[in-house]
């Protein structure tokens, strides 16, 4: 049975950091490809950034480039996402997903979900 687990959320000042995990399990994890996808209230769910299963091709949102950074241990079948310089806007719940053909923007290329991690950006 294929598990992704997020944790690492939590509530933050704008500028702040966080850094959330997403740990796998029963999956032959280096095989997939792995991102971030988040969905604010009242918002479609939408992408942050993929990393491919070697970790040598990473796409970011434009929204998020240079201040969030994604990695992978292939050894601990775990994906990070390292989010510095925080904004309001980054508030939403972030879901890690997995795709074993597809290096992709679209969620509906993930046949592995997250249960997600509730990301608040507030004073």
């Known amino acids: 049975q294929v598990q992704l687990v997020e944790s690492g959320g939590g509530l933050v000042q704008p500028g702040g950091s966080l850094r959330l995990t997403c740990a796998a399990s029963?999956?032959?994890?280096?095989?997939?490809?792995m991102a971030w996808f988040r969905q604010a209230p009242g918002k479609e769910r939408e992408f942050v950034v993929v990393?491919?299963?070697?970790?040598?091709?990473?796409n970011y949102d434009a929204s998020v480039k240079g201040r969030f950074t994604i990695s992978r241990d292939n050894a601990k079948n775990t994906v990070y996402l390292q989010m510095n310089n925080l904004k309001a806007e980054d508030t939403a719940v972030y879901y890690c997903?997995?795709?074993?053909?597809?290096?992709?923007?679209?969620?509906?290329?993930?046949?592995?979900w997250g249960q997600g991690t509730q990301v608040t950006v507030s004073s």
């Open positions: 997903a997995a795709s074993r053909g597809y290096v992709s923007i679209y969620d509906y290329l993930y046949q592995y």
């Open positions: 029963g999956v032959s994890f280096s095989m997939y490809h």
């Open positions: 990393i491919s299963a070697t970790g040598d091709y990473i």
